[in-house]
């Protein structure tokens, strides 16, 4: 994420809209945080909670121009400095025993 990290403007027009759009490596930073606390918490809270985190995922993911929820993860499943990344990581190397 370092090369796409807030070094860039938060927004920016869009291109045809004129609305505002979220740099995508931001996006990315935000969500991959954003996913941490959703996952940590899933079986803690009561379950309206998990669609609340997952709407707000949503509100920032369209900002910054991603078209699903495939995308973005996908994004961050590639990126060695994301924590999605490093627990994708971790899952798979308890998974070898």
């Known amino acids: 994420m370092s090369e796409n990290h807030p070094s860039k403007p938060i927004r920016k027009a869009g291109p045809t ?3 505002l759009v979220l740099d995508r490596g ?3 930073h935000l969500l991959d ?3 941490v606390i959703r ?3 899933s079986g803690s809270l009561p379950p309206p ?3 609340y985190m997952r ?3 949503a509100v920032i993911a369209r900002a910054a121009d991603y078209e699903s929820r495939n995308e973005w993860t996908d994004a961050l ?3 060695e400095q994301s924590r999605y990344f490093r627990d994708l990581q971790l899952v798979e190397t308890c998974s070898n025993f």
């Open 17 to 19: 809209t004129g609305e």
């Open 26 to 28: 931001l996006a990315l």
């Open 33 to 35: 945080q954003m996913d």
């Open 39 to 41: 996952r940590k918490h």
């Open 49 to 51: 909670c998990d669609y």
């Open 55 to 57: 709407s707000m995922e």
């Open 77 to 79: 499943k590639v990126d």
